[in-house]
Nanobody
Framework: QVQLAESGGGLVQPGGSLRLSCAAS????????MNWYRQGPGKERELVAT????????NYVDSVKGRFTISRINAKNTVYLQMNSLKPEDTAVYYC?????????WGQGTQVTVSS
């Protein structure tokens, strides 16, 4: 049974940093690319960052390039999202995602609020 559990969200001031974690279980983590999505208030869910199975390649949505870094430790079955220079528009629920076969699996999400 595929399970994803996000943590690390919270309230942070503009310009601050947070690191999100996603602990994965129920599948062979090292064999799958991993994704971070987010959904802001009144907005559609958007893909924020992707990392390949080995971690040697990453991709980001333009709005977070240079500020966010996705990484993974396969030995720990965990993927991370380091978020720096946070802006109010980064406020959203952040979700970990894996495409396992034909099905996409999601965690419960973690709330990130950027506000002074």
């Amino acid at each position: 049974q595929v399970q994803l559990a996000e943590s690390g969200g919270g309230l942070v001031q503009p310009g601050g940093s947070l690191r999100l974690s996603c602990a994965a279980s129920g599948f062979t983590f090292r064999n799958y690319a991993m994704n971070w999505y987010r959904q802001g208030p009144g907005k559609e869910r958007e893909l924020v960052a992707t990392i390949t199975r080995s971690g040697d390649s990453t991709n980001y949505v333009d709005s977070v390039k240079g500020r966010f870094t996705i990484s993974r430790i396969n030995a720990k079955n965990t993927v991370y999202l380091q978020m720096n220079s946070l802006k109010p528009e980064d406020t959203a629920v952040y979700y970990c995602n894996v495409k396992y076969g034909l099905v996409g699996y999601w965690g419960q999400g973690t709330q990130v609020t950027v506000s002074s």
